[in-house]
Each structure stands twice: as C-alpha cells, then as structure tokens.
C-alpha cells in the first residue's frame, strides 16, 4: 500500500525559507521508474506542479519557480525534501506530495493528504 | 509545453451522466492525459490514465462508472449513474520529461 504524507511548519513569515517533508512508504526511491513530486494549491484555486525527483537523483523545476526550489531525496528514511526561499503571501497553499512511476509514461497515481502553508507576518 | 483547458463549472442531475472535457493545446493532441478528483476538503486523488487513442486504465478502486475517451485533442471524462459523491472538482493533467501542467479544474455539481 502506498501513502505519502507532508510535513512541516503550518506558518512562515515572509522572505524566510520554507521546508517540507514527505515521508512515504510502499514503494522505495532506489528502485528504477520510482519518482515524487510536489504540487501546490493555493486557497480556491488550481494545483500547480513544483518539482521532481527520480530514483537516479535527476531533479526537475518549474520554470517560474526553479530559482527558489531545491528538491532533495534520503533514500534510507524513505523522505523527500522540498525547499523553497523567499516565502511571499502569495505563496500561501495546501503543499502535496505524490508519488510519479515510470513505467514508459511519467504517471503520477498517489497523492499524499497535503500540509496548509500560511505565509504572514 | 502543453496547455489544458477545462470548463469552470458543469453540472447534473443525480443518477444522470455527465461528460467532462480537457482540451489539450495546438501542437499537443497526441499527449497522454491523467484525470483526478479532489472532493471537498481533500486531497486530489487518481482516477485514470487516457491515452490519444482513447484506452484508459484507471486507478484502483475506482468505480465502473467512471470511463474515459478522446477525440483529437479532446479528453472526456464520463461519470455515469451520478452520486452525491461525486461532486467534486475535477482536473486534467499532462507531462513531458521534464514538467508537468495541470488545467484550471472544472467544478462538478451533482444537482
């Protein structure tokens, strides 16, 4: 059974660094075609796709955000690690986690329940 | 990279069906397409891989009433005997190697 679960601080104040975890199970990140993401979704809004790590270490941003993003793999506790800086209000969104299999198609098929980021002073 | 584009809102009656659309962007209709849900208050869940040719498999534990189908670049997404339930919002998703896009969501209302 595979489940991902988000962790970190429910409020940031703005310019700090933010920092999540997600910790899953039911699959490992050493084996080939295994990958996670992030994702966001701001209060009423749409998700928008962050980043990507593979079981090989190849990491993928988005293009607006890559210059704030490093996506980060501990392989031995099962955690991915997200960092984003420069916290803004507008960054204020449920952050998920979920998990991508490569099997020829780059299919994401498990979502973790999501952490509520406030940004604020 | 791909865009996709879903309406706003739809909605019908319980018991109905109804046929949810994601149109993928010019250059972009052979694209492989994931549909989720996310019910009020929760976290998106999959439901489907669509394929240009219109073969879906679905996620497990998805019910029969959920089927998929494509004609050019649009993705339809049908639920049949409409729940309670399944009012939600539904998106569409895409990717290539190196992103991935998810459309604006289109708000199911089971009247």
């Known amino acids: 059974q595979v489940t991902l679960r988000e962790s970190g601080p429910a409020l940031v104040k703005p310019t700090q660094t933010l920092t999540l975890t997600c910790t899953f199970s039911?699959?490992?990140?050493?084996?080939?075609?295994?990958?996670v993401s992030w994702i966001r979704q701001p209060p009423g809004k749409a998700l928008e796709w962050l980043a990507r790590?593979?079981?090989?270490?190849?990491?993928y941003y988005s293009t607006s955000l890559k210059t704030r993003l490093t996506i980060s793999k501990d392989t031995s506790k099962n955690q991915v690690v997200l960092t984003m800086t420069n916290m803004d209000p507008v960054d204020t969104a449920t952050y998920y986690c979920?998990?991508?299999?490569?099997?020829?198609?780059?299919?994401?098929?498990?979502w973790g329940q999501g952490t509520l980021v406030t940004v604020s002073s | 990279q791909p865009v996709l584009t879903q309406s706003s809102s739809a909605s019908a009656s319980l018991g109905s069906s109804v046929k949810l659309t994601c149109t993928l962007s010019?250059?972009?209709?052979?694209?492989?397409i994931a549909w989720h849900q996310q019910q009020p208050g929760k976290a998106p869940r999959y439901l489907m891989k669509?394929?240009?040719?219109?073969?879906?498999n679905k996620g497990s534990g998805v019910p029969d009433r959920f089927s998929g189908s494509s004609s050019g670049a649009d993705r339809y997404l049908t639920i049949s005997n409409l729940q309670s339930e399944d009012e939600a919002d539904y998106y569409c998703?895409?990717?290539?190697?190196?992103?991935?896009?998810f459309g604006g969501g289109t708000k199911l209302t089971v009247l």
């Open positions: 979920a998990r991508i299999r490569d099997y020829g198609d780059l299919l994401l098929d498990y």
């Open positions: 010019s250059g972009h209709s052979s694209y492989i």
């Open positions: 039911g699959f490992s990140l050493s084996t080939s075609g295994m990958c």
């Open positions: 998703e895409t990717w290539d190697s190196n992103t991935r896009v």
């Open positions: 790590i593979d079981w090989d270490d190849d990491k």
């Open positions: 669509l394929e240009g040719s219109g073969s879906y």
